[in-house]
């Protein structure tokens, strides 16, 4: 590395997910409705996305706009933006015109990957946005407008196949210096672009590692996490253009480990276990009640479904205490600060609140085994109370935002009438089912 580059120069999310790629290339990534990418068709489809897009003359540093629900090609277009070494921009599908209009110029979006039925009403407010100057259309079933002037997302990705002689697209260098723009919902007002670092976006929200192990110190690190990791599998609920689903499917992918999304447009208990219970996943990222509650009575009802499913996550949101109505024996709750805290309040410089929570349950023995929830209080898993310490990781990002700031909670040191023990990151837990280890209560770091 020159003498001038940053130390976090090689922390760009594309140049992570490469190496990554390169790691384990044979491994399932994803998991789509019927499509099913290993890391290498992963990393190769995300490349040929970026080779359009600097075709196109998109630009380093560019802002390019995703309208999509959950499927492969949004995560497919979220890579190749970085690799083309612009900055994705997440869209909220549920916008309306007016919203639609503020995030676009808002964001200065030069291009936008759009489905055919979210397009429709962009396509109303195309003279508003003059810096929109190229589209992208993902297939879903829906009437074409033609107004937009789009091209088809798969004849762009197949003119840039192995076999186009398109070598002579270069792409640019990335850095973990470039931007990352996140979108808040905009439920208090018009949304607002929040800008990172990648490289601090990686540190803060996404980097998983084993309890007392060191950060990354390079790519190559991140790839041998990788190589060596369980390639746990983990259903992820929540949309993707938001921070829960973004940062949960992000993370797991640079361990390594599978991601399984829904694809529905609508969320319907039977089927998402239906899902988890086929890709036999072992964890469930969801967003609070709404979907918890509806879960958690199907799984009293079913007991034998998802047997290897053994915990679940609300980002987000918080849970309730109602919830806690479905507890069993063995099952334990504990606060875990959401995504959309971390953001928010890191915007003004203060540590993020524990607002959602994560559960843990038991493997399923034949019995009807149940898992549960509980609000977020202020102790760790062994009832003891939580300690944090700020760690700032960035100086104030190009708008003006502190693009780092957060809170890096400290391991638990148990006591606890069970006989607990603690060490780094994580505590060791003596109950009727004989020794256990809790996992540390960090966002940034936890181990799985």
């Given at each position: 590395?020159?003498?001038?580059?940053?130390?976090?120069?090689?922390?760009?999310?594309?140049?992570?997910?490469?190496?990554?790629?390169?790691?384990?290339?044979?491994?399932?990534?994803?998991?789509?409705?019927?499509?099913?990418?290993?890391?290498?068709?992963?990393?190769?489809?995300?490349?040929?996305?970026?080779?359009?897009?600097?075709?196109?003359?998109?630009?380093?540093?560019?802002?390019?706009?995703?309208?999509?629900?959950?499927?492969?090609?949004?995560?497919?277009?979220?890579?190749?933006?970085?690799?083309?070494?612009?900055?994705?921009?997440?869209?909220?599908?549920?916008?309306?015109?007016?919203?639609?209009?503020?995030?676009?110029?808002?964001?200065?979006?030069?291009?936008?990957?759009?489905?055919?039925?979210?397009?429709?009403?962009?396509?109303?407010?195309?003279?508003?946005?003059?810096?929109?100057?190229?589209?992208?259309?993902?297939?879903?079933?829906?009437?074409?407008?033609?107004?937009?002037?789009g091209v088809d997302y798969e004849e762009a990705l197949a003119a840039h196949g192995p076999d186009s002689g398109d070598g002579a697209?270069?792409?640019?260098?990335?850095?973990?210096?470039?931007?990352?723009?996140?979108?808040?919902?905009?439920?208090?007002?018009?949304?607002?672009?929040?800008?990172?670092r990648q490289a601090d976006v990686f540190r803060a929200a996404v980097e998983r590692r084993d309890p007392g192990a060191p950060r990354a110190g390079s790519a190559q690190d991140v790839a041998e996490r990788a190589a060596r990791c369980f390639p746990l599998r983990m259903l992820v609920l929540g949309p993707l253009m938001h921070a829960a689903g973004q940062w949960n499917a992000l993370s797991m992918l640079l361990c390594g480990k599978r991601v399984v999304l829904s694809t529905d447009r609508s969320f319907r208990a039977d089927r998402v276990l239906e899902l988890a219970h086929r890709e036999g996943v072992h964890a469930v990222q969801l967003v609070g009640d709404a979907m918890a509650r509806p879960l958690a009575r199907h799984l009293l009802t079913e007991p034998d479904l998802c047997p290897e499913l053994t915990s679940v996550r609300s980002g987000g949101t918080p849970l309730t205490p109602r919830c806690a109505g479905c507890g069993g024996p063995g099952a334990r709750t504990w606060p875990w600060p959401t995504?959309?805290?971390?953001?928010?309040?890191?915007?003004?410089?203060?540590?993020?609140?524990?607002?959602?929570?994560?559960?843990?349950?038991?493997?399923?023995?034949?019995?009807?085994?149940?898992?549960?929830?509980?609000?977020?209080?202020?102790?760790?898993?062994?009832?003891r109370s939580r300690r944090g310490r700020s760690r700032s990781a960035g100086s104030p990002g190009p708008a003006g935002f502190r693009s780092a700031t957060t809170t890096i909670r400290s391991p638990p040191r148990a006591r606890s009438p069970r006989t607990v023990t603690g060490g780094a990151g994580r505590c060791r837990a003596t109950t009727a089912r004989g020794p256990e280890t809790v996992p540390s209560c960090c966002w940034a770091g936890a181990a799985w």
């Open positions: 590395m020159p003498q001038h580059a940053s130390p976090d120069t090689p922390f760009s999310l594309a140049n992570l997910m490469t190496a990554v790629a390169d790691a384990v290339p044979d491994r399932i990534a994803l998991v789509a409705g019927p499509r099913r990418l290993t890391y290498r068709a992963l990393d190769e489809r995300s490349t040929r996305l970026a080779r359009h897009l600097a075709t196109a003359g998109v630009r380093p540093g560019e802002n390019v706009a995703i309208l999509s629900f959950n499927r492969a090609e949004w995560v497919e277009s979220f890579l190749g933006v970085l690799r083309a070494g612009a900055v994705p921009v997440n869209v909220n599908y549920r916008y309306v015109a007016g919203e639609l209009r503020h995030v676009l110029s808002d964001a200065h979006a030069v291009a936008l990957i759009a489905e055919d039925s979210l397009a429709t009403t962009v396509a109303a407010v195309r003279s508003d946005l003059p810096r929109l100057r190229h589209v992208l259309l993902l297939e879903d079933g829906s009437e074409r407008d033609a107004s937009l002037g697209v270069e792409l640019p260098v990335t850095s973990g210096d470039d931007h990352y723009l996140l979108y808040t919902g905009g439920t208090t007002g018009y949304p607002k672009g929040v800008l990172w995504p959309t805290a971390v953001r928010r309040r890191a915007c003004a410089g203060r540590p993020p609140r524990p607002t959602s929570t994560r559960v843990s349950r038991t493997p399923r023995t034949g019995a009807a085994s149940r898992w549960a929830a509980a609000s977020p209080c202020s102790t760790t898993p062994c009832g």
